[in-house]
C-alpha cells in the first residue's frame, strides 16, 4: 500500500509528464479524503515547489483547497472534488450553451484571482480544469475550479526566465505564442489559452487557420471573446476582467424533461375493493357453462375463479355457495 506522508494512496485519478495523483485518506482518520498529487521525478519535484509556492498565497474559492505540503516526500493534498474534468465532459459530447457560459466565466474568474496575485498559470488547458458535480440541475457542473500550478510563476521571475535554456514546458495547443518563442510573458499568455479553451468548448475541436468558433456552427456572438483572446498580444484582452465583461449573456438553461411520476398503488384500498367485489358476487347469481369435468369458471376483480358444481355439462345459471363451489339455479336444457 503506496503512502504520502499521513495520507494513504488509493485509487489513481490521473496523471502527466511530471506527476500522479491518487485518491487517498489519512492514516488517523480513513473518512478523511483527499487528492494527492506525487511527482514522478526531480523535475516533477521542482515543479511541485513552484506549485507549492503560488497555492500558498492563493485562497481563490475557484481553486482547489490545500490540505497539506510536503518536501520530504514530496506532495500536495487537495480537497478531493467530486466531479470530472472538463476534458472528460468533452469526450462525453458536445456541451450546451449555458454550461459553455458557466465554464467560461468559472475559468476567468480563477484566472482574474491568479492574476490579481500576479501569479501566471501558464498551463490552462481541459484536463486542468475540474466541473464539481451539482446538487440542483443534473448535467450542470457546480463550482469550476482551476487546478494544476506547476508551471505557474510570478510576472517578475516570468521575465527572469525568459532566456533560460530549459525546455519550454506546457501544452503546445493552448500555449500563447510569447512562451512558445521564449519571450517575456504576463497575464495575457493566459487569456490565450482561455481562447483556444473556449473554442474547443464551443465547436468540440481545436482551432485551425483563420476559423471561427460561428464557422463550425457556435453562436455568433462568441467570436468577438475568442478572436480577442488568441490576437496578437497588444490587441489581446488586457486582463481576466476585461475578457469577463466582454462575455455574451448567459442563455438560459434548457428545462429538464418532465419524467411523470408512477401513481402511487393504494393496496389497502385495492384489497378492500377486490373484497368487496367477491362479496358482492357472491350473493349473485350467474350464468356459465358447466364442463364435463362439473367445473364452471367466473372472473371477479381481475380473478378468474374455478367452482365445482354438481350437475351435468351445459349452460346454467349458478350461485357460490363459497369460493370453490357453485350450486345450479336453472339449467337451459336443448330443445
Do not use: C
Not at 470530472?84 to 476567468?108: F, N, T
Not at 484536463?127 to 475550479?145: C, D, H, I, Q, Y
Not at 398503488?265 to 357453462?289: N, Y
Amino acid at each position: 500500500m503506496k503512502q504520502a506522508g499521513e495520507w494513504v494512496l488509493g485509487e489513481l485519478l490521473g496523471e502527466g509528464a511530471f506527476g500522479q495523483v491518487y485518491r487517498a485518506h489519512a492514516r488517523s482518520d480513513p473518512g478523511r479524503l483527499a487528492a494527492v498529487k506525487v511527482p514522478r521525478d526531480d523535475r516533477g519535484a521542482a515543479l511541485l515547489r513552484t506549485e507549492s509556492a503560488a497555492q500558498s498565497r492563493l485562497s481563490s474559492p475557484r481553486f482547489p483547497r490545500v490540505l497539506g505540503v510536503s518536501a520530504d516526500p514530496p506532495y500536495i493534498a487537495f480537497e478531493l472534488v467530486d466531479g470530472e474534468s472538463l476534458r472528460s465532459r468533452l469526450q462525453a459530447g458536445k456541451l450546451e450553451g449555458h454550461e459553455v457560459h458557466l465554464i467560461a466565466r468559472g475559468v476567468l474568474e480563477a484566472l482574474a484571482d491568479a492574476h490579481a496575485l500576479g501569479i501566471v498559470h501558464r498551463d490552462l488547458k481541459p484536463e486542468n480544469v475540474l466541473l464539481e458535480k451539482s446538487a440542483g440541475r443534473p448535467g450542470t457542473p457546480g463550482r469550476v475550479l482551476v487546478t494544476d500550478l506547476g508551471l505557474a510563476v510570478p510576472v517578475e521571475v516570468e521575465h527572469s526566465l525568459a532566456d533560460d535554456d530549459a525546455p519550454v514546458a506546457g501544452s503546445i495547443p493552448y500555449m500563447a505564442p510569447e512562451i512558445r518563442e521564449r519571450r517575456p510573458a504576463d497575464e495575457r499568455a493566459d487569456l490565450y489559452s482561455f481562447g483556444v479553451l473556449i473554442f474547443e468548448l464551443l465547436t468540440g475541436s481545436l482551432p485551425g487557420a483563420a476559423e471561427l468558433p460561428s464557422s463550425l456552427g457556435a453562436e455568433k456572438a462568441w467570436d468577438s471573446v475568442y478572436t480577442r483572446a488568441v490576437a496578437r498580444l497588444e490587441k489581446r484582452f488586457k486582463s481576466a476582467k476585461e475578457a469577463l465583461a466582454a462575455l455574451p449573456p448567459a442563455p438560459e438553461a434548457k428545462p429538464a424533461k418532465k419524467i411523470e411520476a408512477k401513481k402511487r398503488v393504494d393496496v389497502k384500498a385495492l384489497l378492500d375493493r377486490v373484497a368487496k367485489e367477491e362479496a358482492d358476487f357472491m350473493k349473485k347469481e350467474f350464468m356459465a357453462f358447466v364442463t364435463p369435468a362439473r367445473k364452471a369458471h367466473a372472473r371477479v376483480g381481475g380473478k378468474t375463479y374455478t367452482f365445482s358444481v354438481d350437475a351435468p355439462p351445459g349452460l346454467a345459471v349458478l350461485r357460490a355457495v363459497n369460493a370453490t363451489r357453485a350450486q345450479v339455479v336453472r339449467r337451459f336444457e336443448r330443445g
